[in-house]
């Protein structure tokens, strides 16, 4: 692992070798060759409190920063695989075969293809998201944290979360955080590898702690999180304090979270999530995810604040909100956002 530390360019395969090295020298290629006739997960999606923006390595979907989210338990990606006997896969996300040439089907398939050997194995994917896909509601996170869990299954690796979390980065950064409930810290790590760079569950349960998805709209965002991340770190000004910002916020959440104390975790989630778009905005071209409605809806959350109410918000890669507060004011929520989606995170 050391040499490895020391190679100039890390290939994403060179991660795969190194997490299999101890299974592999047990069981050979038969890791790769499925031990049961299905494979299947489920893997809750993640909201970050304390965003991850930004990359030291785009391959590897190594994070410039520590980043921290609250899982919803109810929310995510189920997905059964099965091994077919023909020359291609078959995927179906929510009862609809997916065009084979679609992005999304190019990304699963390029992500599986680290676990085939040879490319010879071909497999049915049946996925069933209860979350709107690429809407900025972690749907990837949660979908190959899944496909990571179920593939485990299949072919009986048994492999400790924390290599699952790793594996499960490498489709999408945030998908490191989604192998837990609860609270999760996912550390950026040091390392060139990003051995050290998984998800650790906290050991907490707050039972009152709720988030609300604020249906704004469930359109495919304008640009990818993987885009919009990348033209911010190379053309906003602003990107520079980022993670300066990033370590006093993750403090302060440790802090509110250790606590109990409400206004301190979600005052700070929303500020986190401000600072994030605003290093967005101040991109170029300009990354703007805010819609009118989505605006309309901060505004709302600040004046019932002015009022008392104890709700705050955050926001990701997409126009929805999604509001952060505690039991006692959910039947407020309903009443102030129609349609509004709550949900007790400890559940
Ligand atoms: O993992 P990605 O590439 O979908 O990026 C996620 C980015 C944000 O949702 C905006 C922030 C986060 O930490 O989840």
């Given at each position: 692992m050391k040499d490895i530390e020391k190679t100039q360019e890390i290939r994403i395969n060179d991660v795969v070798e190194i997490v299999f090295a101890s299974l592999f020298a047990k069981r050979g290629k038969t890791i790769f060759t499925p031990q049961k006739s299905e494979g299947k997960a489920f893997a809750p999606t993640n909201i970050a409190l304390c965003k991850y923006w930004g990359k030291r390595d785009v391959k590897l979907n190594l994070p410039v920063t520590s980043s921290l989210s609250v899982a919803l338990p109810t929310h995510g990606s189920t997905i059964s695989i099965t091994p077919l006997d023909r020359s291609s896969d078959v995927i179906v996300l929510n009862q609809i075969e997916i065009n084979p040439a679609s992005d999304f089907a190019k990304r699963l398939r390029a992500y599986v293809d680290l676990f085939r050997i040879a490319h010879q194995q071909f497999f049915h994917f049946d996925i069933a998201m209860n979350i709107p896909v690429a809407a900025g509601l972690a749907s990837s996170a949660a979908g190959f944290a899944a496909i990571i869990l179920a593939l485990d299954d299949l072919f009986a690796w048994q492999l400790p979360k924390q290599s699952l979390s790793i594996l499960a980065r490498l489709g999408s950064g945030s998908a490191a955080r989604s192998l837990w409930n609860g609270f999760v810290e996912w550390q950026s790590g040091a390392l060139a590898s990003g051995m050290d760079s998984y998800g650790v569950p906290l050991d907490v349960v707050w039972p009152h702690l709720c988030l609300g998805i604020v249906p704004i709209s469930h359109d495919?965002?304008?640009?990818s999180s993987r885009r919009a991340m990348q033209q911010t770190v190379d053309t906003s000004a602003l990107y520079q304090s980022w993670p300066q910002k990033v370590a006093h916020d993750l403090s302060l959440l440790k802090m509110a979270i250790e606590k109990k104390h409400f206004p301190l975790l979600a005052g700070t989630a929303e500020s986190n999530a401000l600072n994030m778009h605003a290093t967005m905005l101040s991109s170029w071209p300009p990354i703007c995810y805010f819609h009118p409605n989505t605006i309309a809806a901060m505004h709302r959350v600040w004046a019932l604040r002015q009022t008392g109410v104890e709700i705050y918000f955050t926001q990701d890669a997409g126009p929805n909100l999604k509001l952060i507060f505690e039991s006692e004011n959910t039947q407020i929520v309903k009443e102030h956002f129609p349609g509004v989606e709550c949900i007790r995170v400890f559940d």
């Open positions: 495919e965002k304008p640009i």
